[in-house]
């Protein structure tokens, strides 16, 4: 891939995103579109396939875009503590995201109550899981 241009098409596969991906992130300002010569295809630089990479292994992390642009824009900054500021976004994305599972786990465990309940019930004509749902 070295020797060839990044048109937008080697751009998409060799992030492994699709061409509608980069025209997205290009329309939302998360990465630039290069000038179109006047004959040919833009060329991308290599800055721009490590910088979709970082965004989808951002998004890995469970960062939506909107935090992957404030990311983006503190690392192309030279703050001397964007670091600590990074961080303090990682740790409220990380706190975000054990509530998400404790809420799963609960949400599991009313889940096994009431297929139990029903599993106990085989003898009744009303469903404990529907009438748990319709229940007010």
């Known amino acids: 891939m070295s020797n060839?241009?990044?048109?937008?098409?080697?751009l998409a596969k060799a992030a492994n995103v699709n061409i509608e991906t980069i025209r997205y992130y290009q329309r939302i300002g998360l990465i630039t579109e290069p000038e179109k010569?006047?004959?040919g295809y833009r060329s991308y630089p290599t800055e721009t396939l490590k910088r979709i990479k970082f965004i989808k292994r951002a998004q890995q992390l469970g960062f939506n875009l909107k935090e992957i642009a404030e990311l983006l824009q503190l690392g192309d900054g030279n703050s001397?503590?964007?670091c600590s500021y990074v961080r303090q976004?990682?740790?409220c994305k990380r706190?975000?995201?054990d509530q998400q599972i404790n809420d799963l786990k609960n949400l599991s465990s009313t889940l096994t109550q009431l297929i139990n309940?029903?599993?106990s019930d085989n003898g009744s004509q009303h469903c404990a899981i529907v009438e748990t749902l319709t229940a007010q």
């Open 4 to 10: 060839k241009p990044l048109t937008i098409g080697f």
């Open 89 to 91: 976004r990682a740790e």
């Open 117 to 119: 309940s029903c599993k």
């Open 37 to 39: 010569p006047l004959k």
């Open 95 to 97: 706190e975000y995201i």
């Open 80 to 82: 001397k503590d964007h």
